[in-house]
Every structure is written in structure tokens, then in C-alpha cells.
T-cell receptor, first 115, second 117 residues
Framework: DTEVTQTPKHLVMGMTNKKSLKCEQH?????MYWYKQKAKKPPELMFV???????INESVPSRFSPECPNSSLLNLHLHALQPEDSALYLC??????????????FGEGSRLTVL | AQKITQTQPGMFVQEKEAVTLDCTYD???????LFWYKQPSSGEMIFLIY??????QNATEGRYSLNFQKARKSANLVISASQLGDSAMYFC??????????????FGQGTELSVKP
């Protein structure tokens, strides 16, 4: 099983809503990532969790709040988002993040629309 | 500064022909990894091929090969015998180890490949 599963696949929310994106992997990976991707642009790194601890936060606004309850799960909590936050949110995992080798496995993404 | 550059925003190739997608990178690190990912319109990022900075042989995976020229800092992807299903966005990426932070993967701007029947 080499899947990274993301839910929901599509999400529409208002600017005052609170919602969450979920990501799950069962490959025994110890590093998990959130990326944001706008149309026709490359993915931009948001957060990295390494061994369930937040290791990288790329100066992401506090309206995005990551959580790693255990080594298989990664959540992204969303609150008071802006229309410009509409994008594809990709979750990924890798064996670990301790070196430059090892590919990241990506989920299919959650397509978010903020009205 | 660490950077990945893909200079071809879009490319066309005839079915069954080979195509080369260009990628150059910039880093002062000695140890790094280079990756190519394919992203169809569905959105999923599909890993294609990996090249380590210390690998002396060019990586190959089926119809994909990576032309690694370390001195020129280039890592071009060659797709042989193109198929209609190869039509997608292709991203070159570099994995770095950031002191006190861990590893991160950065992407180039991407090349949109269209395969013509």
C-alpha cells in the first residue's frame, strides 16, 4: 500500500467558516508535508512534520493551523480564510526528512474554494 | 540561493517520438537529490525518477531517463516513445537538507507537455 489519502477532495467554505483538511498514510513514513498549489504554478511548501513534530513552517498565516495527531495522520485546520487562499492543497509523506534522498509520495489533493 | 529553473513553459511532441524536458538547478550543497514529478489534470503528483548528487550513473525508469550533468547543474528528463497519456505538467524538484530544520523539496515552474496523435 503506497497511498496517501486526502479528504475531502473538494471543499467550499465561507470566510467565517472553520473547516479541516485531513491526510492519512500507512507506509510507516515519519515525515509529512502540506503544500499549496495555485493553478499552473508549482507546489509551495507550507509545513513539514518530522517524527510528529513541526520542523518547518514557511511563514504561513495563522489562519492555517497544522496538526499531527500521530505518525499516520496530518490535519490542516482552516479558519477565517480569504478568497486568495483558494487552491489545491497537497499532502505528502516520505520515509523521513533527515537527508536529501527519498521521494515524497503525494495525495490527490483537496481543492479548496473560499467564497 | 537554492533554485530550480525550467525554461520551457509548454512543449508539444508527436506520439511515439522522444522528448527532452530541461531543468537546471542552483545550490552550494554537495549532497542533494533531484526528482521529476508528473501532474495530470486530476492533480495528483506522480513520482517519476530520482538522481542523487553522488550518483555517477544516469537514472533510468522504464521510458524515463534523467540526463544528469553535474558540472553544468542540469538534470533533464528524457521521455522515450511518447504516449498520449504522457500529456501532463512535469515538475523538476530538488531536495535539500536545511540545517536545524530538516529536508525540504522545492519545485521548478513546470513544463506542460502535450502529446499529439
Amino acid at each position: 500500500d503506497t497511498e496517501v489519502t486526502q479528504t475531502p477532495k473538494h471543499l467550499v467554505m465561507g470566510m467565517t467558516n472553520k473547516k479541516s483538511l485531513k491526510c492519512e498514510q500507512h507506509m510507516g513514513h515519519r515525515a509529512m508535508y502540506w503544500y499549496k498549489q495555485k493553478a499552473k504554478k508549482p507546489p509551495e511548501l507550507m509545513f513539514v512534520y518530522s517524527y510528529e513534530k513541526l520542523s518547518i513552517n514557511e511563514s504561513v498565516p495563522s489562519r492555517f493551523s497544522p496538526e499531527c495527531p500521530n505518525s499516520s495522520l496530518l490535519n490542516l485546520h482552516l479558519h477565517a480564510l480569504q478568497p486568495e487562499d483558494s487552491a489545491l492543497y497537497l499532502c505528502a509523506s516520505s520515509q523521513d526528512d533527515r537527508g536529501p534522498t527519498g521521494e515524497l509520495f503525494f495525495g490527490e489533493g483537496s481543492r479548496l474554494t473560499v467564497l | 540561493a537554492q533554485k530550480i529553473t525550467q525554461t520551457q513553459p509548454g512543449m508539444f511532441v508527436q506520439e511515439k517520438e522522444a522528448v527532452t524536458l530541461d531543468c537546471t538547478y542552483d545550490t552550494s550543497d554537495q549532497s542533494y537529490g533531484l526528482f521529476w514529478y508528473k501532474q495530470p489534470s486530476s492533480g495528483e503528483m506522480i513520482f517519476l525518477i530520482y538522481q542523487g548528487s553522488y550518483d555517477e550513473q544516469n537514472a533510468t525508469e522504464g521510458r524515463y531517463s534523467l540526463n544528469f550533468q553535474k558540472a553544468r547543474k542540469s538534470a533533464n528528463l528524457v521521455i522515450s516513445a511518447s504516449q498520449l497519456g504522457d500529456s501532463a505538467m512535469y515538475f523538476c524538484a530538488m531536495r535539500l537538507l536545511i540545517y536545524n530544520q530538516g529536508g525540504k523539496l522545492i519545485f521548478g515552474q513546470g513544463t506542460e507537455l502535450s502529446v499529439k496523435p
